[in-house]
């Protein structure tokens, strides 16, 4: 990937499909300064693509003004205060999917934690943060839903595209009239259609004055229509709220489809692979859970369960490289480089230097994130990047994973089949896990009953 790389500065750059160079920053010091100057972003054939599924207003794409003002406006939805009462949703969705691989445990099948991660993710995201079911993980053995068909061809789509030739319009044209973008858009609007009625749904419901329990997409419709009111305008029609507000609730839906299933799942890998760690963690879950589901009170007390979701991250930050255009000149290590250059941060090297992580980097290890352990230098871990544009969900995706690790792990420990390959492949989105050999599969782990 690298054209140049000068060793004294850790600078390099390589030459984009434009032609275009775009300076690598590797020292967790100029990453750091990179994430804390500048929040423009460089999407290059992304922004088509995310423009065409989710829609022109979604926070991802905008930039200036725009982004700013939408940014203020989520803030109050995505703030720590809503965790708490997000637990019990997360960790019932967690418990239906311990039920889920039962059968597997008893009769010592693989299954692909990936599939069954991204259902717990729907069913999970959509009951707390909407409380609206789409009940995915508990009809895990009917297969995908309609929601993860459009998100698992979105998945596969990108990189098809992405690697189709340097120039191929199929790269970055979703518009035009043909059968590739009328599938990209018949999958957008799957999604789509479902968040509407679940928008309208709540806008009813408000409308009718019945209780409503504070949740995420509460709070960004009321923060929408707070906005309005500040500005004069009347309150927002259901239409209004659907085009305002709905593209950024499918964006959240996909937001940890992308990320948060695929670090529960190669956390669940890297044990399998270390399974000297699975002691200690249910030492600890046993110890703070007591044999239930997490409570809200114990989320907190679970150190190793984010110690494992912290690691998933470190080694296979589904975020793999950061992409930044500078809104100011910036020095970096002695050099100018001037507003407007492209800049890449990959988060996958970030994490795996030596300077900031020692020699054993490379290797699986939870005492890296334990209380009190050394903290890595700024810059040098940024599966979130950093920032005032850094990720807004990262609460909630920890959330997700702390639940299904407390859950899954109090009633198993897990084996690598001998014929699986575990591999990450680069969608376009994101690192996602995948075995070579077999395409279809995404990580297949045998779940072993605890004695
Ligand atoms: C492990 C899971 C996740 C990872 C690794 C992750 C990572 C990221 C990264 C790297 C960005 C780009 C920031 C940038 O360009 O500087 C981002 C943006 C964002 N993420 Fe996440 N994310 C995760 C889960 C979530 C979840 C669950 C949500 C929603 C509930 C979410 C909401 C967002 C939003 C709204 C943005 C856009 C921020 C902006 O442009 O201002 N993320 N995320």
Redesign the pocket.
């Known amino acids: 990937m690298i054209d140049r790389r000068d060793p004294a500065t850790g600078l390099g750059y390589y030459v984009g499909f434009d032609g275009n160079a775009v300076v690598i920053v590797l020292n967790p010091e100029h990453v750091d300064a990179v994430l804390e100057s500048t929040v423009v ?1 460089m999407l290059h054939g992304l922004r088509p693509a995310s423009v065409a599924f989710f829609g022109q207003k979604v ?2 794409v905008l930039e200036g003004g725009e ?1 700013q003002e939408l ?1 203020q406006l989520m803030r109050p939805a995505f703030t720590r205060d809503m965790i708490p009462g997000m637990v019990g949703d997360t960790a019932a969705k967690a418990g239906v999917w311990a039920d889920v691989l039962a059968p597997y445990a008893d009769s010592g099948t693989p299954i692909d934690m990936v599939l069954a991660a991204s259902m717990y993710h729907l069913s999970s995201v959509s009951l707390a943060s909407f409380h609206h079911d789409l009940g995915c993980i508990e009809r895990f053995e009917d297969g995908p839903n309609a929601i993860n068909r459009a998100f698992e061809f979105m998945l596969t789509e990108l990189p098809r595209r992405a690697f189709a030739g340097e120039g191929t319009p199929l790269q970055c044209d979703f518009e035009s009239e043909n059968e590739d973008n009328r599938r990209w858009r018949e999958a957008a609007s799957t999604v789509r259609d479902e968040i509407s009625a679940i928008v309208a749904a709540r806008h009813a419901a408000v409308a009718h004055g019945d209780s409503v329990p504070p949740d995420i997409m509460g709070a960004m419709l009321g923060s929408y229509a707070d906005a309005r009111k500040q500005q004069g305008l009347a309150p927002p029609s259901v239409e209004e709220l659907v085009a305002d507000v709905g593209d950024n609730l499918v ?2 839906l996909f ?2 489809y992308n ?2 299933v695929n ?1 529960i799942a190669n956390g669940l890998f890297f044990l399998a692979r270390e399974p000297k760690w699975f002691k200690p963690l249910q030492e600890e879950i046993d110890a703070v859970c007591g044999g239930r589901v997490p409570t809200a009170a114990d989320v907190p007390k679970l150190d190793l369960c984010r110690s494992l979701f912290m690691e998933s ?1 470190r080694l296979a ?3 793999a490289v ?1 992409g930044r255009q500078l809104s100011e000149d910036l020095q970096l290590g002695g050099v100018m480089l001037p507003k407007g250059t492209e800049i890449c941060l990959p988060a996958f090297a970030a994490h795996l230097n030596e300077a900031a992580w020692g020699l054993s980097a490379p290797a699986f290890d939870l005492r890296r994130f334990a209380k009190g352990a050394p903290q890595p230098p700024a810059g040098a871990f940024i ?3 950093g920032g005032r ?6 609460h ?2 920890e959330l997700e994973a702390v639940c299904a690790f407390a859950v899954l792990l109090q009633q198993y420990t897990f084996k690598v089949p001998d014929d699986y390959n575990w591999s990450l492949i680069f969608t376009g989105f994101g690192y996602r896990p995948l075995d070579p050999a077999n395409a279809c599969v995404g990580l297949r782990l045998i779940p072993v009953g605890r004695a």
């Open positions: 972003h926070l991802f982004w940014r964006e959240m937001a940890g990320t948060v670090v991250l930050p589904p975020a950061l599966p979130f990047s544009r850094a990720c807004m969900g990262q909630f995706a």
